[in-house]
């Protein structure tokens, strides 16, 4: 799938003149519009969320009856009462390029922030925890989905309508006994390959932003950028002439 955006890219940049090639260069490579690397995934969240999972240096997983989307949810009750109503924890990444969605639904207003993990380094977190499970959510049309019934229990935690399909969604899932406590991973800083705060974070705090994050202890090289997805200035160049 990779190879096979890259050689679309590619082609398509070979058929435009030399200006639109360096432009479309720049929006492919440019750390600030969000573009993903091929080998990163991305974790939407709010800036406090964030700030203490760099403090703690852990990754929690958290309760998915409190996600927002209730077709999710409701699919995860039946996975677990299917399970001996075992307790199931998830956390959910991007593979997609950051875009105006992702930004509004799953990191919303001047908080928001979205944190762009190593995807080998941190399925390497995970590695030995035979509890969790690490999927790429498949997308089905409703007919699709009809068609696969009884859904399995892998259908019931990776498995969301096609009109979903723009999230390219990956998702952490434990299953097993916690005693009541969130499941809490330790993971290097290392596994982060970048920090992108809010296109809605008001351009006189970046900077005290990008202070505060560096000041966590073995924070101070993470790249930190805020978003330009807004208010991108080579793209309205475009209307100068």
């Given at each position: 799938?990779?190879?096979?955006?890259?050689?679309?890219?590619?082609?398509?940049?070979?058929?435009?003149?030399?200006?639109?090639?360096?432009?479309?260069?720049?929006?492919?490579?440019?750390?600030?519009?969000?573009?993903?690397?091929?080998?990163?995934?991305?974790?939407?969240?709010?800036?406090?969320?964030?700030?203490?999972?760099?403090?703690?240096?852990?990754?929690?997983?958290?309760?998915?009856?409190?996600?927002?989307?209730?077709?999710?949810?409701?699919?995860?009750?039946?996975?677990?009462?299917?399970?001996?109503?075992?307790?199931?924890?998830?956390?959910?990444?991007?593979?997609?390029?950051?875009?105006?969605?992702?930004?509004?639904?799953?990191?919303?207003?001047?908080?928001?922030?979205?944190?762009?993990?190593?995807?080998?380094?941190?399925?390497?977190?995970?590695?030995?925890?035979?509890?969790?499970?690490?999927?790429?959510?498949?997308?089905?049309?409703?007919?699709?989905?009809?068609?696969?019934?009884?859904?399995?229990?892998?259908?019931?935690?990776?498995?969301?309508?096609?009109?979903?399909?723009?999230?390219?969604?990956?998702?952490?899932?434990?299953?097993?006994?916690?005693?009541?406590?969130?499941?809490?991973?330790?993971?290097?800083?290392?596994?982060?390959?970048?920090?992108?705060?809010?296109?809605?974070?008001?351009?006189?705090?970046?900077?005290?932003?990008?202070?505060?994050?560096?000041?966590?202890?073995?924070?101070?090289?993470?790249?930190?950028?805020?978003?330009?997805l807004i208010d991108y200035r080579d793209w309205q160049s475009l209307a100068d002439g």
């Open positions: 799938m990779a190879e096979i955006a890259k050689s679309k890219y590619a082609t398509f940049v070979a058929l435009r003149p030399v200006a639109w090639q360096s432009l479309l260069k720049s929006v492919y490579k440019s750390d600030e519009m969000g573009s993903n690397s091929l080998n990163t995934i991305n974790r939407y969240t709010s800036l406090a969320s964030a700030i203490h999972m760099l403090t703690k240096k852990q990754i929690t997983l958290l309760d998915p009856d409190t996600w927002d989307d209730r077709n999710d949810v409701h699919f995860i009750q039946k996975y677990r009462s299917r399970n001996q109503n075992k307790q199931v924890f998830a956390l959910c990444f991007s593979r997609s390029d950051q875009t105006y969605h992702h930004w509004r639904v799953f990191a919303p207003g001047p908080d928001g922030v979205c944190i762009a993990f190593y995807e080998a380094k941190l399925r390497e977190v995970f590695s030995l925890n035979s509890n969790v499970e690490i999927g790429n959510v498949k997308y089905r049309s409703i007919g699709d989905a009809r068609a696969m019934k009884p859904l399995s229990d892998e259908n019931l935690k990776f498995l969301k309508h096609k009109r979903y399909e723009p999230e390219e969604e990956t998702r952490i899932v434990y299953t097993g006994k916690t005693n009541g406590q969130y499941p809490t991973y330790p993971f290097p800083i290392s596994a982060i390959e970048r920090i992108t705060l809010s296109p809605w974070l008001t351009k006189p705090l970046v900077d005290p932003m990008k202070s505060l994050i560096a000041k966590i202890d073995k924070c101070q090289r993470l790249k930190i950028y805020r978003s330009t």
